[in-house]
């Protein structure tokens, strides 16, 4: 069953859907806009000039979303076609479904039953109803008037940078009936002959009558031109006037942009990124281009500059927040691939900065006050991390720059290190410089910087460290030796000469062993000298006291008989012997006694004994190579022996 419709509905549709095709395309190709409905199809074909080819799909997707967001109600079906003016087949073709939304639905109760009176004004599709004598009467004068108007337009120069009205040109010349496209699917053959574009009858009545040739002969030319001019700017102004939007029938603009509206508010509650914003702001701008097309002799408009403000309100509600979060992803992708320097991170926190400022601007009867709130908590938060990242930035240059100084502190200090002290004075100016270096991280930008110091730093540190291994060698082998030395003074001094000689030969040792270039190298050499020569007397002390020990020996053992025959000294100045009484009164008596009785035996024993002990002492003074001096009883001197020289 054919659905009733009026032209001038079809002819609205086409309109909006070629202003669409328009903004949509920016201007790409020039698109003309038929639409007629077939079976309760609707039938849209888009037609361009020959002399391009533009791609269907781009075209098909406008078209399809405009369809869908006007929501026509005489039709659910849509078929769209795209061909060259002068083409009888289509070059593409698409079907779709009109998917009503929820505010077609409850509003499809409401059907327009306006006055069809003018559906005579829009003949272009030769679907109208056979006119009256009276309405067929003012055609043919409209349509002489139009021919006319259409002959004085030829004769001028024609503008070659109006693509649309060479379209419009071409397309009278061409076929561009839509009588050609049918509910088939089209043929792969040619298409029978296009509709002939309709033209004003001419009777032979009109033609041969009298009265009418008198009064064209009365009228002068200008008169005519005049009259006709007129006569085409009424009929066109006229046509203007009522093929504006909701001027006849309904006002489908006005449904249209309240769904665009409601689906705005929607997206922008649910909205995440900048897309959703996008899409919310290019409804509501779609929504307000509509409004705002129907005119103020329409009686729509009213109803149309109650909402144009709301939905011009809320698309500018929008820019901030959308401006914001355009900065912040600038922000965001900038960030990338650090470390930055401070003054990029300061760059990057500006915009950070920036969208903040945008967002606090947004009221709390914005419809995206809520999403604005949320993302100024973090934007906020990403301002305060660039935050800290600037200071990092510029607490890293402080420390390059302290490191660098002292480096300059410890190859100063070193040129003029002498001692132990001074060397690990260096060599912990480099160690703290080393650690301010090794303190900085990867994510800054003096991170390669820092590095190549550190390598420098490390090596030169080794090799302060090397030198103050050396010096603490010599130190302590210094130190060691005036150790031993001060030990075998004591050692002499309580007459410990084996222990003595040993500790100043270990002291001589270590001061021999001082290591050359060093600081103590200098230092040890007089004491090399002095432990020399305190060796050796420690060595002739030792040589002596040997021999006294020797010769003391050799005494006790001689003179510590029963009877003890003597006692002894040894000094350096020699050997003294003192002759005990009890010996000297024994041998006097035994000698006494045999002489009385003549005992020759034991007078020649006695002097065997004293010739005996006499050998004793003498080889006693030998071996010590000291002089021998021997005592009566009385501390008499009786003797004395010279050991030889050796």
């Known amino acids: 069953m054919q659905t009733a419709v009026r032209p001038s509905e079809l002819q609205e549709l086409a309109k909006f859907l070629q202003e669409r095709l328009q903004a949509e395309l920016a201007g790409e190709v020039r698109l003309q806009v038929r639409c007629m409905l077939q079976n309760d199809v609707l039938l849209v074909l888009a037609q361009h000039s020959q002399s391009v080819a533009p791609e269907a799909q781009p075209i098909f997707r406008v078209l399809q979303q405009t369809i869908q967001e006007a929501q026509p109600e005489f039709t659910e079906k849509v078929r769209l076609y795209l061909r060259a003016v002068g083409q009888k087949q289509p070059r593409a073709m698409q079907d779709f479904i009109i998917e009503k939304s929820t505010a077609w639905l409850n509003n499809a109760d409401l059907n327009d039953n306006d006055d069809d009176d003018f559906d005579d004004l829009f003949r272009w599709l030769g679907k109208a109803s056979d006119p009256t004598e009276e309405t067929e009467e003012i055609?043919?004068?409209?349509?002489?008037?139009?021919?006319?108007?259409?002959?004085k337009i030829e004769e001028q120069k024609p503008d070659e940078s109006t693509s649309l009205n060479n379209l419009v040109a071409e397309s009278e010349t061409e076929s561009d009936s839509m009588a050609d496209l049918s509910l088939e699917e089209p043929p792969t053959q040619s298409l029978p002959d296009p509709e002939q574009i309709y033209e004003a009858p001419i009777t032979p009545e009109s033609r041969g009558n009298p009265q009418t040739e008198r009064k064209e002969i009365l009228l002068s030319p200008k008169f005519v031109i005049a009259a006709a001019t007129v006569t085409v700017v009424a009929f066109l102004s006229s046509l203007y006037a009522f093929s504006r939007p909701c001027v006849i029938g309904s006002c489908p603009q006005i449904k249209t942009a309240k769904q665009l509206g409601q689906e705005a508010n929607q997206t922008i509650k649910k909205a995440k990124s900048i897309q959703d914003l996008e899409r919310s702001q290019q409804k509501l701008a779609t929504a307000t281009q509509l409004l705002g097309s129907i005119p103020p002799w329409s009686s729509y408009y009213g109803e149309a500059q109650k909402f144009l403000p709301y939905y011009q309100n809320q698309a500018n509600a929008i820019d901030p927040v959308l401006m914001a979060m355009k900065k912040a992803d600038e922000a965001?992708?900038?960030?990338?691939?650090?470390?930055?320097?401070?003054?990029?991170w300061q760059e990057i926190n500006s915009l950070w900065k920036q969208s903040v400022a945008l967002l606090k601007q947004v009221p709390k009867t914005s419809p995206v006050y809520a999403m604005a709130q949320k993302k100024l908590l973090t934007y906020r938060n990403n301002s305060?991390?660039?935050?800290?990242?600037?200071?990092?930035?510029?607490?890293?240059?402080?420390k390059i720059v302290a490191a660098k100084q002292a480096a300059q502190t410890a190859e100063l200090r070193q040129v003029s290190a002498k001692s132990l002290e001074n060397w690990q004075e260096v060599e912990s100016i480099w160690e703290k410089a080393i650690a301010t270096l090794s303190s900085i991280p990867k994510t800054v930008t003096a991170h390669e910087e820092a590095q190549e110091l550190l390598d420098n730093y490390q090596t030169k540190l080794a090799t302060v460290r090397d030198r103050r291994n050396q010096e603490q060698i010599s130190a302590n082998i210094y130190n060691q030796s005036l150790t031993l030395a001060s030990l075998a003074q004591n050692q002499e001094q309580r007459n410990q000469l084996?222990?003595?000689?040993?500790?100043?030969?270990?002291?001589?040792t270590y001061a021999q062993q001082v290591p050359k270039g060093t600081f103590y190298y200098t230092i040890a050499q007089p004491l090399i000298d002095s432990y020399s020569s305190s060796l050796n007397q420690a060595q002739d002390r030792?040589?002596?006291?040997?021999?006294w020990?020797?010769?003391?020996?050799?005494?006790?053992?001689?003179c510590n008989v029963s009877p003890k025959i003597c006692d002894h000294i040894v000094t350096r100045q020699g050997i003294k012997v003192y002759l005990t009484p009890t010996y000297v009164n024994s041998v006097r008596r035994t000698a006494m006694s045999a002489g009385i009785n003549g005992d020759a035996n034991t007078l020649a024993g006695v002097d065997d004994h004293l010739k005996t002990l006499q050998s004793a002492l003498e080889a006693i003074s030998e071996n010590s190579v000291l002089p021998l001096e021997i005592y009566d009883h009385t501390r008499a001197l009786i003797g004395k022996y010279t050991p030889k020289p050796s």
Request: hydrophobic residues 30%; proline residues 1%; glycine residues 2%.
């Open 549 to 558: 020990q020797k010769a003391n020996t050799d005494l006790n053992r001689v």
């Open 384 to 398: 305060g991390e660039i935050n800290q990242r600037i200071n990092l930035e510029e607490t890293t240059e402080n």
């Open 139 to 151: 055609e043919q004068e409209n349509d002489s008037n139009f021919l006319f108007f259409t002959l």
């Open 332 to 344: 965001a992708e900038n960030s990338q691939n650090y470390p930055h320097s401070t003054q990029e």
């Open 498 to 508: 084996s222990d003595a000689v040993s500790s100043w030969r270990r002291a001589l």
């Open 542 to 547: 030792l040589k002596v006291a040997l021999v």
